[in-house]
């Protein structure tokens, strides 16, 4: 096959259980370039942290933000744009707010913009650190007020509470997508947002289909875009369940599992 295009999801993929990038990763990534072969990040991440990703790379890439909400060409010009109403944006945080007050810090991504109640809160500081990037403090309601509204909510909270507010804000809300991306991270877009879709708002824009695709992905985030493109590939740290979906499974993101499997199908040296 004729691969035109690769797609990777980024934590647990092209980062490393440290949340770096390896050196094989890097050289596969300029390798692509060269060939004018783009390796586009596809993340719930915001673009600001995406771009110091793609910045250590030394490549200039399109970039597919929260989860497929928000889609950039390689020039940072917006090619799609979904975010939640002011209706459901102010309905949601209010629930939220109601509910679990003291259990749940929440993070409002708008454009590439981050905002937080409480910037010196803990776990916004790990989140910072994780991300190298920095939240701003802001009043969520004056926000709405402006029209400022969110491609996606993020709800930091407890393992042991976590399922149970996805649960929750899942039967009271079926016209958002909720869904848990980690054991304390839940994250809150419009129902029709998905990597997938982001990556075919892409690949329409570069005149390319999904059987021209390679995707690289290890956790459930990832199915849909496993599913989707022509050849899914999981890391070796990823779920059975997603290994299972996939077409192939290579090593696992701290064994060099991108570049290997590049590698292996020719499409580097």
């Not at 090619?79 to 939220?96: P, Q, R, V």
């Not at 969110?150 to 709800?155: E, F, G, M, V």
């Not at 989707?228 to 070796?236: D, N, Q, S």
């Amino acid at each position: 096959m004729d691969w035109k295009i690769v797609f990777s999801d980024i934590d647990g993929t092209v980062l490393n259980s440290k949340h770096e990038l390896l050196a094989s990763t890097i050289e596969a990534v300029q390798k692509l370039a060269l060939k004018n072969i783009p390796f586009v990040l596809v993340s719930a991440r915001m673009p600001k942290a995406m771009k110091l990703i793609l910045d250590e790379m030394n490549v200039k890439m399109p970039m597919i933000s929260y989860g497929g909400a928000l889609v950039l060409d390689e020039q940072n010009q917006i090619l799609h744009d979904d975010k939640i109403n002011k209706l459901d944006t102010k309905a949601i945080i209010d629930e939220i707010e109601l509910l679990w007050p003291d259990d749940v810090v929440i993070n409002y991504y708008s454009d590439d913009n981050w905002f937080v109640k409480d910037e010196e809160n803990k776990a916004v500081k790990r989140e910072e650190n994780i991300t190298n990037v920095k939240a701003s403090q802001a009043d969520f309601k004056e926000l709405i007020n402006k029209d400022i509204l969110p491609n996606k909510i993020l709800c930091m909270t407890k393992a042991n509470i976590s399922s149970k507010i996805e649960a929750v804000l899942q039967e009271k809300f079926p016209q958002l997508n909720i869904v848990r991306s980690s054991d304390i991270l839940i994250e809150i877009m419009n129902k029709d947002v998905s990597k997938a879709n982001g990556i075919e708002v892409l690949l329409h824009h570069l005149n390319m289909i999904p059987a021209q695709a390679i995707a690289f992905g290890d956790n459930y985030n990832d199915l849909d875009m496993l599913d989707f493109i022509g050849l899914g590939v999981a890391m070796g740290n990823a779920p059975d369940d997603v290994k299972k979906i996939a077409f192939a499974v290579t090593e696992d993101n701290n064994r060099d599992g991108i570049c290997k499997f590049l590698r292996k199908i020719k499409l580097i040296d």
